[in-house]
């Protein structure tokens, strides 16, 4: 099989490229990423090495680059992960959330279309459900949980699931939808909760908390949403969404208090800041569907999963350091100078 992986030199792209390439020996795997400020080639180092690899700089909504790539490529399976992905950078500018993820996405899907993928999965997002009241622990998302988005960022990727099942009912397109929660892992990019944290943690520089930290995210290791989605391509019904979550709620504070407390750094660091316009509340996923029908279960809890997070960082300093000092956006002139 061969697959065309959108995104992958962001966070969980690159793990499912890792995973594939491990678990698969006998599929091809080829990237396209447009290496936006979260894409850094550097992280897919290891892939490189592998003769049944290969990487394109390209834009997904760029119709005549994607035509071009699929033609060359005739992929069997598109899984897209490529997206702008930060909510607090759609607060300051949404536009390029709708270009990218909704537009982004048409242009892929044309694209299968004409060139007769057998199967265009789309990673989507939890937050396409909006949120849960904290007092309400016995609610959680299920597949059949109305859309009811609170930022422009889950609002493309709403419109985008919409467009996924329009082009499926429509046209036939043999499409899959995921909805995974929170994901923490290797390789998240420095903007985000758990990472953001230990970096500023380790320079002893405070750490800024959301309004009063009391909202609540359902945590999952990208090593097992990769698994899940791996399931989905081969095993998946089309047509079909299906939430990936593991029951892992923890509210903002108990993650950063986590993290301090594995480093060994006081709590006095935490600094309450104005709270995210929008903010969701709670998002809790019911994953019963996928680990009844295609026998999906997580590996890791979250108490192993972010002792190991936390030591992977701890040793793989330079990684995160050359994001924040800006260094990683050098690596593709570095790597491609002469090339193309
Ligand atoms: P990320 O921001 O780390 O990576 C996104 C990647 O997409 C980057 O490599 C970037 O260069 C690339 N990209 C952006 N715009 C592009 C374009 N126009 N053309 C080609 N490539 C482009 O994101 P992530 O956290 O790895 O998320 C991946 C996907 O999973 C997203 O679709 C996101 O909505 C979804 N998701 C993320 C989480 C999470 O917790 N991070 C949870 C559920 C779903
Ligand atoms: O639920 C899945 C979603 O999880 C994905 O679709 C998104 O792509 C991904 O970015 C993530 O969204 P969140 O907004 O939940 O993640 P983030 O790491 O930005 O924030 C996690 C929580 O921590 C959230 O409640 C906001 C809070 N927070 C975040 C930052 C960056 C802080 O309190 N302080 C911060 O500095």
Redesign the pocket.
Known sequence: MKLLV????????SNFIFYELEQHPEDTVVC?????????LETLEPAFQNERFSFHK????DRQAMDELFEAECPDVVV???????VDRSVTDPGIFL???IL?TQVLMDACRKYNVQRFHQ?????VYGDLPLDRPDLFFTETTPLHTSSP?SAS?ASADLLVQAYHRTFGLPMTIS?????YGPY??PE?LIPLMISRALANQSLPVYGTGENVRDWLHVYD?CAAIDLIIRHGKEGEIYNIGGHNERTNLEVVKTILRQLDRSETLIHYVTDRPGHDRRYAIDPAKITEQLGWKPKYNFDTGMKETIQWYLDHKPWWENIISGAYQEYYEKMYAGRE
């Open positions: 959108t995104g992958g030199a962001g966070f969980i792209g396209v990423d447009l290496l936006t400020y979260a894409g850094n390209a834009d997904i909504a897209n992960f490529a997206a702008e992905s930060h270009q990218t993820n982004g990673v989507s997002t939890d937050e960022y990727k909805r995974c929660s929170n994901n998240q990019f985000k949403h």
